[in-house]
């Protein structure tokens, strides 16, 4: 599921059309006129504008679920939607074998570090030296769900705002990667932290954790 340019979507395309163990089976957008859907069509993907009309935002989840349900799909994978989902929406996923719903996002900072929207712009703006991106669960609390993998880069002092987010979106997209490296190997599954909190972790047929 993607809002805009697609530059995530598109290196989850390009990987699944390159890799018989992968298949995405569509893409959903919720802006006509995004990016994200021009380039599910050069996958051969279908792409499906699911806008949302007169604020229901209630009435375009349902349709969504449909679509994906119908579709039968394993996983559903945020890679830049930019529209909150509802707690309903994500319980309506929820997959009994797996545990949690499989439901993936990419945010752009190391949670719980620069959660909720601006993330870049937040952490260059408070001077950190090191930045990245989490792929977590997707859970009803806003960029809180379990973590999964996170991957990290320097900033460099002399970087501009916008060297500094570029580097940011091409760590993104090694990091979606590495998530696809580890789903095709294995499963997910999630532990509880010392303190009570979940996380989540891949784990190999032969029950070492990949990651
Ligand atoms: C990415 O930085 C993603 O993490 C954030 O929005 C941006 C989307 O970029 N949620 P793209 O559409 O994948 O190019």
Redesign the pocket.
């Known amino acids: 599921m993607?809002?805009?340019?697609?530059?995530?979507?598109e290196k989850i395309l390009r990987r699944a059309s390159l890799d018989p163990q992968l298949e995405v089976s569509l893409l959903i957008c919720d802006k006509k006129d995004a990016n994200?859907l021009t380039l599910a069509w050069n996958y051969g993907v279908k792409g499906h504008f699911i806008p949302v009309i007169n604020k229901d935002k209630s009435a375009q989840e349902t349709k969504i679920l449909e679509v994906l349900k119908n579709a039968k799909v394993d996983w559903v994978l945020l890679?830049?939607y930019?529209r909150i989902l509802s707690e309903d929406f994500i319980k309506a996923l929820y997959n009994k074998e797996k545990g949690f719903s499989p439901l993936i996002n990419?945010?752009?900072s190391l949670l719980p570090s620069f959660p909720g929207v601006n993330s870049?712009q937040n952490a260059f703006d408070y001077g950190v030296k090191v930045h990245g991106?989490t792929i977590h669960l997707v859970t009803g609390e806003l960029d809180a769900g379990p973590i999964l993998l996170q991957e990290s880069y320097k900033r460099v002092n002399e970087d501009t705002f916008l060297e500094f987010k570029n580097k940011?979106?091409e760590n993104?997209h090694k990091l979606y990667q590495k998530f696809l490296d580890n789903l095709v190997k294995g499963s997910i599954k999630l532990v509880e932290t010392s303190s009570k909190r979940m996380q989540a972790i891949f784990v190999n047929p032969d029950g070492s954790f990949g990651g």
Do not use: D
Not at 2 to 9: E, F, H, K, P
């Open positions: 993607a809002s805009g340019r697609g530059s995530n979507a994200a890679a830049g930019m990419i945010h752009p870049y991106a940011g979106l993104e």
